[in-house]
């Protein structure tokens, strides 16, 4: 069974960089796309972007210019960066195996407060 | 404000039947399949259905998907207590170039 664990700082400063990493385990990684996810407090879910094995991205043009993904299958994991946070990036940021479009493993999710 | 317009709220009681909407356009359902997610509150989503009407194993033959121009709908049937959650509806928009999503629907059962 595929499970999915996202990890990161839980708190970052408004102007910094957010990293998260979404480990991967049950199943491998290769021959997949994956996506990202956020979600705030109360909200409804935004689509972030996916990630196919070979690197190759889908971003959400509405976060294009800040966000950045990638792989690393020797250790069966996925990255995210946000550059240049605010208070609108405050969320719980969920990763998902994509089958294009139907995210059918999601992590558990992981909650990313930016505040000074 | 959301790209896809579902109800924010439906209820029922236990054994009936529940209808859910999700309304887009031409750009995204009119011209994409569309999935459904519950979500527990707390929790992370559990797909429902894919491609519209496909139900990936392990989901109750109680949920059931289906679309019509520029709108869809999740219909869940013999309704139990453990159906009450959060139900997004997501689609492919062309013209976005993004996946989008409803708001989001809270499921009570009464």
């Given at each position: 069974q595929v499970q999915l664990q996202e990890s990161g700082p839980g708190l970052v400063k408004p102007s910094e960089t957010l990293s998260l990493t979404c480990t991967v385990s049950?199943?491998?990684?290769?021959?997949y796309y994956w996506s990202w996810f956020r979600q705030p407090a109360g909200k409804g879910l935004e689509w972030i972007g996916r990630i196919y094995t070979n690197g190759r991205t889908n971003y959400n043009p509405s976060l294009r210019s800040r966000v950045t993904f990638s792989v690393d299958k020797s250790n069966n994991e996925l990255s995210l960066t946000l550059t240049s946070?605010?208070?609108?990036?405050?969320a719980v940021y969920y990763c998902a195996r994509d089958l294009l479009g139907a995210w059918d493993h999601w992590g558990q999710g992981t909650l990313v407060t930016v505040s000074s | 404000q959301s790209v896809l317009t579902q109800p924010p709220s439906a209820s029922g009681t236990p054994g009936q039947r529940v209808t859910i909407s999700c309304s887009g356009g031409s750009s995204n359902i009119g011209s994409n399949t569309v999935n459904w997610y519950q979500q527990i509150p707390g929790t992370a989503p559990k797909i429902l259905?894919?491609?519209?009407n496909e139900r990936p194993s392990g989901?109750?033959?109680r949920f059931s998907g289906s679309t019509s121009g520029t709108s869809a709908s999740l219909a869940i049937s013999g309704?139990?207590?453990?159906?009450e959650a959060d139900y997004y509806c997501a689609a492919w928009d062309a013209s976005l170039n993004t996946w989008v999503f409803g708001g989001g629907t809270t499921l009570t059962v009464l």
């Open positions: 049950g199943g491998s990684i290769s021959s946070v605010t208070a609108a990036d405050t | 259905i894919y491609r519209s989901v109750p033959d309704l139990q207590s453990e159906d």
